[in-house]
Structure formats: C-alpha cells, structure tokens
C-alpha cells in the first residue's frame, strides 16, 4: 500500500469584487519567495522545486526524506469526491489489525473487503 | 374503536366567510378584489386602509420575486457556476449559477406566504360583511381605536398569540416543510448534487425499504436494533429504580435520605462528562481492562471487546446507560410509591399477603397505572436518545464496512452520521421521516389503547 502526497492550496473566492488583485495576492502567497520565507521562520517544508538549489533547503534532512516520500512511495491523492468514502474503511483495518480480528489467514479477504468498501458510497 | 361526533363550534358567528361572498352587497363582493374597500365605505377607514397596504405589499412582492420563486421551484435552478476568462485583465472571471437549495427556500417561503395571504383575505370579507351588517342594522361599527382597545379585552387571544404565532411559522413550520422537501430530491455528495439537484420523488424510500441495497438492509436493522435499545433501556431504568425505590421506601430502612442522596448522585455529574469517562475507561487498554490485567483476571495482552465486539458493545450501552439514567427514575417512582393509600397494605397484611403477593397485585398495578404515559414518553426519548450512544460507543464497531451505520448506530446517531460525515442530506431526510413517522404511530397507539387513557384518568 502507498502513501496519498498532498499539498496546500491556495484560492480565490469567486466572487471577490477586486478578482485582479485577489488572485496577484494568490500568487504572491504560493510564491518561491513566499516559501523561502515560510521555511525560514516556521520550517514549512517548501514544495517549489526551484528552491532546492538553496543549499539550506537541499541540506535539511527533513526536506529530503519528504521529497523522497513523495516522489517514490506516494501516489497523488486524487481530488474526487469519492474519496470521502475511503477513511472509514482505513480506519476500520487499522483498528481490526490492532485487535488482532485481521490475522494472516484471513488478511487477503479483509482488504479485498476493505476495497470493496472504499468503492461503495453507502446507498 | 374512533366514534366521529358532529362538531358543535362553540364560537359560533354568523359573519363567516360563505355568508360574506353569497349575502354580502356590493361594498362587500368588491371587498373580495379590493380588501379594505367594504370596511372603507361603512365608517372603518384606517382598517379599511391597512387591508389594502397589506393586499398591495403582497401583489408588489409577488410580481417583482415571489412569481419567479414558485416557477423556479419545479426545476429547482439549473445554471452552474460558469467560469470565462477576461482577457484584459487576465483573470478568470466566475459567473453565479443558480443554488437548488435557496431556490427551495424561496419557493416554500413564498408558497406558504401565499397561504397566508389567503387567511389574511377571508379575515377581510368578514371583517367587511361584519361592517356592512352592522352599517345597515345602525348598531354601533368599532372605530380604529375601539378595536385596539378590544384587543386587550374580547379579542386578548389575538395579540397573545400572534407573536407566538409567527415565530412558530417562521422558525418550525417553514424549517419543517422545507426539509421534508429535501428528501423527495437527490440533494447530497453523490454525483456532486450538492450545489445543483432535481426532484427524484419517492426514490429515496425506494432504496431505503429496500432490503437487498446497502442503505435498505443498513436501515432495517439499525431500525431493530433502535427498537431493540428504547425497550431495554427504559425498562431496565424502570425496573431498577423501581426496586431502589422500593427498598429505600420500607419502614425499616434507616437512613433513608442519606440512601437516596447516594443513589441520585450520578446525576450531579453532567451526563456527557460521566459518558466520555466511561467511554475512556473501557477502551481496549483503558482503566478497567489494565484492572484486570493487573488482578491477573485476563491475559497480559488481551483485553475485554467493549466496545470492539458487537453484542458486547450492545451490552455495554444498556448497562452503562442504567448508570446514568437510574437517578431520574427513582425519584419519579417514589413519589409515586409514597401516594399509594397506606391502606391497602394494612388490608393485605390483615389478609395475610406476603411480600411478593403484595408487590405483583398492589404496587406494581398501581405504579403503571400512574407511569404509562411517563413510559411512553421514555421509550419515545430513548429511540431518539442521541447522547448516550454517540458519546458513549460512536455507533462502533462497524464490522460490515460498506454501510454507513454502525453497530450500536440508533436511527438518530445514523441520521446525525448521514448528514454531518458524509453530506447525504436527502437520505437523512428520509430517515428523520421515518422516524417521525414511526415515534408518532407507535405513541399515539399505545397511549390510546392503555388504561389511564381509556379511563380519562389521565
């Protein structure tokens, strides 16, 4: 099973009355330069791939076991609806393996339970 | 069996509205066009002019919104946001679409402004027949301030019950209607209904009764189980305070006050924290299990499935909910314990009755006699009691991982789950229908058919 990589957004509410200077204040926001500054003073990994050629960024640990996560053991997580249905089922495999009701006999079954669930919406 | 009488109305008037339209003269069927104009032309000019302010407040307010509010109601909106791209300033630019739900709501606030108005309208040719009567019999016709002065007198119930009135129009009746629409559409997550959605009319409780769909089976046994959990937990409460009572009650009880304070005690605490506690203590590695780890009564690893086994889970509700609920009824039931005539325990003594023979054919006969509405009020409390079983288990353990119920899940912590978690608002609707539906049935039923009813005791 992999990871789902994310990352923060950053919007524009649709009917702002200045859109113009709405969406430069979006892009100010998510810029490189905004992100040196995010790293800097609260050590939020940036996630512009420009910014590491700064030798701080490509010399924090941190920032390489995350690239390394997103790049070789995630998959993107993807932006439909239906994944409201997948955490539930998630969970329920997590607390079934805790409490020993998923074992290695009965392991193959549970996940193919577990995916039949997450692909159900319930109705 | 129902026996319909012919209803006698004791407010009778000979000014009502049939009278109006078929006896009425002229001044009084022009007032069906024109409101105000029959009580305008026999000497009630301010009334006569309200009526009018408010016909012409109504028909502005149709022709400019309310028309366009019931003709959208039978597509509920169909224009989506639309997004176009400005080229001169570079930005895309968003369109507003139309949203199904305040479409709903404008077309249920106009539909029952609608009816409203029709009220207010009868009230006009009566009030306009009156006068003309009045007129033409050369009795007295009320001025404008004889009929505000009436209303702190004769017509009191009018300006009490007004306001209350109106709340309950805008804040219960308007709420009401507009959700039960909202379980005849497809409004929820599903293929992304929730900014636009259409009327699917009795799908919904289609899929809901129907056994071999996920939400059907889900419904029908979170539904056994609800009735399940009403039955045992009220009588459980019942039949435990019952017994409390009953000992503390006895002649020779010492003490009893101090008995009873420490049994009411568990209601001091607030029923929320006593159930968040309990639901931490009995966790899989919560204080009672490393209890009995440490007392060697359960293996080191192992811990009692509280709340992770379903039957146990189900147990665990019940037992915890007797700890929470046993104070209310132990009061209750020895108020009613000590108004039993003495009497009749002395007669069973002389008689020779022991205590079982006294407690089966005095006590307990006349303790439901008293209690059967207080049951009925209960079982109908339990089967929406929302607290215990969110706080206390979450509806868990969800063993069959496709639905969207637990297994403690009542139909009121489901709903709560439907609409809040997964944004399924139409089938929440339902849901609360049906329970509506059920609680109305089944209280209406028992009430009539129990004793303290069929004997206008109560």
């Given at each position: 099973?992999?990871?789902?990589?994310?990352?923060?957004?950053?919007?524009?509410?649709?009917?702002?009355?200045?859109?113009?200077?709405?969406?430069?204040?979006?892009?100010?926001?998510?810029?490189?330069?905004?992100?040196?500054?995010?790293?800097?003073?609260?050590?939020?990994?940036?996630?512009n791939t420009d910014l590491l050629t700064d030798e701080a960024v490509a010399s924090d640990p941190l920032v390489s076991a995350q690239n390394n996560t997103f790049n070789y053991t995630s998959i993107l997580q993807p932006f439909v609806a239906k994944m409201n249905n997948c955490w539930v089922p998630v969970e329920n495999m997590g607390k079934g393996i805790r409490n020993g009701s998923v074992t290695h006999e009965n392991a193959g079954e549970q996940t193919e339970a577990m995916?039949?669930?997450?692909?159900?919406?319930?109705? | 069996?129902?026996?319909?009488?012919?209803?006698?109305?004791?407010?009778?008037?000979?000014?009502?509205?049939?009278?109006?339209?078929?006896?009425?003269?002229?001044?009084?069927?022009?007032?069906?066009?024109?409101?105000?104009?029959?009580?305008?032309?026999?000497?009630?000019?301010?009334?006569?002019?309200?009526?009018?302010?408010?016909?012409?407040?109504?028909?502005?307010?149709?022709?400019?919104?309310?028309?366009?509010?019931?003709?959208?109601?039978?597509?509920?909106?169909?224009?989506?946001?639309?997004?176009?791209?400005?080229?001169?300033?570079?930005?895309?630019?968003?369109?507003?679409?139309?949203?199904?739900?305040?479409?709903?709501?404008?077309?249920?606030?106009?539909?029952?402004?609608?009816?409203?108005?029709?009220?207010?309208?009868?009230?006009?040719?009566?009030?306009?027949?009156?006068?003309?009567?009045?007129?033409?019999?050369?009795?007295?016709?009320?001025?404008?301030?004889?009929?505000?002065?009436?209303?702190?007198?004769?017509?009191?119930?009018?300006?009490?019950?007004?306001?209350?009135?109106?709340?309950?129009?805008?804040?219960?009746?308007?709420?009401?209607?507009?959700?039960?629409?909202?379980?005849?559409?497809?409004?929820?997550?599903?293929?992304?209904?929730?900014?636009?959605?259409?009327?699917?009319?009795?799908?919904?409780?289609?899929?809901?009764?129907?056994?071999?769909?996920?939400?059907?089976?889900?419904?029908?046994?979170?539904?056994?189980?609800?009735?399940?959990?009403?039955?045992?937990?009220?009588?459980?409460?019942?039949?435990?305070?019952?017994?409390?009572?009953?000992?503390?009650?006895?002649?020779?009880?010492?003490?009893?006050?101090?008995?009873?304070f420490c049994f009411v005690l568990s209601c001091a605490v607030p029923m929320f924290v006593s159930l968040l506690i309990m639901r931490t203590m009995l966790q899989p590695n919560g204080a009672v299990n490393v209890l009995l780890r440490n007392l060697g009564w359960i293996a080191q690893d192992a811990s009692l499935p509280f709340f992770t086994d379903p039957t146990w889970a189900r147990v665990t509700v019940i037992v915890v909910n007797i700890w929470v609920g046993v104070p209310?009824?132990?009061?209750?039931?020895?108020?009613?314990?000590?108004?039993?005539?003495?009497?009749?325990?002395?007669?069973?003594?002389?008689?020779?009755?022991?205590?079982?023979?006294?407690?089966?054919?005095?006590?307990?006969?006349?303790?439901?006699?008293?209690?059967?509405?207080?049951?009925?009020?209960?079982?109908?409390?339990?089967?929406?009691?929302?607290?215990?079983?969110?706080?206390?288990?979450?509806?868990?353990?969800?063993?069959?991982?496709?639905?969207?119920?637990?297994?403690?899940?009542?139909?009121?912590?489901?709903?709560?789950?439907?609409?809040?978690?997964?944004?399924?608002?139409?089938?929440?609707?339902?849901?609360?229908?049906?329970?509506?539906?059920?609680?109305?049935?089944?209280?209406?039923?028992?009430?009539?058919?129990?004793?303290?009813?069929?004997?206008?005791?109560?």
């Amino acid at each position: 099973m992999m990871a789902y990589a994310g990352s923060k957004a950053i919007g524009v509410n649709p009917y702002s009355k200045n859109m113009v200077a709405a969406v430069e204040l979006a892009v100010y926001l998510g810029s490189a330069e905004a992100q040196m500054r995010h790293y800097e003073l609260r050590n939020v990994i940036p996630c512009n791939t420009d910014l590491l050629t700064d030798e701080a960024v490509a010399s924090d640990p941190l920032v390489s076991a995350q690239n390394n996560t997103f790049n070789y053991t995630s998959i993107l997580q993807p932006f439909v609806a239906k994944m409201n249905n997948c955490w539930v089922p998630v969970e329920n495999m997590g607390k079934g393996i805790r409490n020993g009701s998923v074992t290695h006999e009965n392991a193959g079954e549970q996940t193919e339970a577990m995916n039949q669930a997450m692909n159900s919406d319930g109705i | 069996m129902l026996k319909l009488k012919k209803r006698v109305n004791p407010f009778s008037t000979p000014y009502t509205c049939m009278r109006a339209m078929k006896e009425g003269g002229i001044e009084t069927k022009l007032s069906m066009v024109l409101m105000g104009f029959g009580n305008f032309m026999h000497r009630q000019k301010i009334k006569g002019l309200l009526y009018l302010a408010v016909e012409v407040a109504y028909i502005v307010f149709m022709a400019v919104n309310g028309v366009g509010f019931i003709r959208m109601l039978g597509s509920l909106g169909s224009v989506p946001q639309k997004e176009v791209w400005d080229e001169a300033a570079q930005v895309y630019l968003y369109t507003k679409g139309d949203q199904s739900v305040l479409v709903l709501l404008y077309g249920v606030a106009t539909v029952l402004l609608t009816l409203l108005m029709i009220w207010a309208w009868r009230g006009a040719l009566k009030s306009a027949f009156k006068a003309e009567r009045l007129d033409k019999a050369g009795c007295h016709v009320n001025s404008f301030v004889e009929d505000l002065k009436s209303l702190l007198h004769e017509n009191l119930h009018r300006l009490l019950m007004t306001p209350s009135m109106v709340f309950i129009f805008a804040l219960t009746i308007l709420p009401l209607i507009f959700m039960i629409c909202m379980a005849f559409t497809n409004y929820s997550k599903l293929d992304n209904h929730l900014m636009l959605f259409d009327w699917v009319g009795f799908e919904n409780f289609k899929t809901v009764f129907d056994a071999n769909s996920i939400l059907g089976s889900t419904f029908w046994s979170v539904l056994g189980w609800t009735l399940v959990w009403a039955f045992f937990a009220t009588f459980s409460n019942y039949i435990f305070g019952m017994i409390l009572s009953l000992v503390i009650n006895r002649k020779d009880t010492k003490g009893k006050g101090f008995w009873r304070f420490c049994f009411v005690l568990s209601c001091a605490v607030p029923m929320f924290v006593s159930l968040l506690i309990m639901r931490t203590m009995l966790q899989p590695n919560g204080a009672v299990n490393v209890l009995l780890r440490n007392l060697g009564w359960i293996a080191q690893d192992a811990s009692l499935p509280f709340f992770t086994d379903p039957t146990w889970a189900r147990v665990t509700v019940i037992v915890v909910n007797i700890w929470v609920g046993v104070p209310y009824t132990l009061l209750q039931l020895t108020g009613v314990l000590q108004n039993i005539p003495a009497e009749l325990y002395e007669a069973a003594k002389v008689d020779g009755a022991n205590v079982f023979q006294t407690f089966f054919k005095i006590t307990l006969p006349y303790m439901l006699y008293v209690t059967t509405p207080y049951l009925i009020v209960t079982f109908t409390g339990n089967v929406n009691n929302f607290n215990v079983i969110y706080l206390l288990s979450g509806g868990d353990p969800v063993t069959d991982l496709a639905s969207t119920a637990g297994k403690t899940d009542l139909l009121v912590t489901w709903l709560y789950k439907l609409t809040v978690d997964k944004q399924y608002y139409n089938v929440g609707a339902v849901i609360g229908i049906l329970t509506f539906v059920i609680l109305a049935v089944g209280s209406l039923v028992t009430f009539r058919n129990s004793k303290s009813y069929k004997e206008g005791g109560i």
